[in-house]
């Protein structure tokens, strides 16, 4: 904080257990993470996504990783790679390839491909014991409808195989998972998703403005937001600490409004 403002909402330090935030980063060079990173990143960002497959094929990945975990960020690789590696049988290629790249958190996904619930939770029995792992649940397909109820389960069953946070499907687009077509909240599913499961441990990915001023006048500054673009990081915050127009009544005292 550059100033210090009364009646600003508390926001943990790192390591946060809430509040979490999960950036995307869709093939930035080390120049531009290096600039991300001193525009509050290290202090700000908790988890950086190297998005889908973009490790595969960007420049200077390595360089990048060393930059974000120096910085005090978990990196990993987006879950698309991950179920690309799977479907191909090669899961010790995997783990090598975690471990050459040297990345001290993972995600796992079933987005893309189809798979049996109880090998995407032995996935992470098996990760969680060298990695922090993230699971996504949801399918990255607009026709696919999961019900509430089964949303519920594989949260459950993916925290209790030892997840350390689930993450909300919405895609890069916002529009599918915990989202409508029109990029709204899917209330009903969301509402039904917290009476069974930990907000704390769940990360809501949230790529559109909207999305966050939503979740946060529903759930509070400190609810967990991921897919943020880089750009976005330093907006979001001002967001969540009232210091935007969108939220800035909503955590004001009575008698200043």
């Not at 930059?67 to 010790?92: C, H, P, Q, S």
């Not at 649940?137 to 026709?143: C, Q, W």
């Not at 949303?151 to 409508?180: C, D, P």
């Not at 673009?229 to 915050?237: F, G, Q, R, T, V």
Request: aromatic letters at 8%; proline letters at 4%; hydrophobic letters at 40%.
């Amino acid at each position: 904080m550059n100033i210090q403002l009364p009646y600003l909402p508390e926001r943990p330090g790192k390591p946060r257990q809430k509040g979490v935030v999960m950036v995307m980063d869709k093939g930035l060079s080390v120049r531009q993470a290096e600039d991300f990173i001193s525009v509050a990143g290290n202090d700000l960002a908790d988890f950086v996504k190297l998005g889908f497959g973009t490790s595969v094929i960007s420049n200077d990945v390595k360089t990048k990783i060393k930059l974000y975990k120096k910085a005090n960020i978990k990196v990993y690789v987006g879950g698309t790679l991950f179920e690309a590696f799977i479907i191909r049988n090669m899961f010790d290629d995997y783990r090598r390839f975690l471990d050459d790249f040297g990345l001290d958190a993972v995600e796992v996904s079933d987005g893309s491909m189809q798979m049996k619930h109880e090998d995407k939770c032995m996935y992470i029995s098996k990760l969680a014991k060298t990695h922090t792992v993230l699971s996504e649940v949801g399918s990255k397909s607009a026709g696919i409808i999961i019900q509430p109820n089964k949303w519920v389960e594989m949260m459950t069953n993916e925290l209790n195989a030892g997840s350390e946070f689930v993450i909300g499907e919405a895609r890069e687009s916002g529009t599918v998972g915990i989202y409508r077509p029109s990029g709204k909240a899917h209330v009903e599913l969301i509402n039904k998703i917290l009476k069974k499961v930990d907000i704390n441990k769940i990360i809501w990915e949230a790529p559109k403005k909207s999305q966050q001023i939503w979740f946060i006048k529903q759930f509070g500054a400190n609810v967990n937001l991921g897919n943020i673009a880089p750009a976005d990081l330093i907006p979001l915050e001002t967001l969540r600490l009232g210091l935007r127009g969108d939220t800035f009544f909503d955590f004001l005292p009575d008698e200043l409004k």
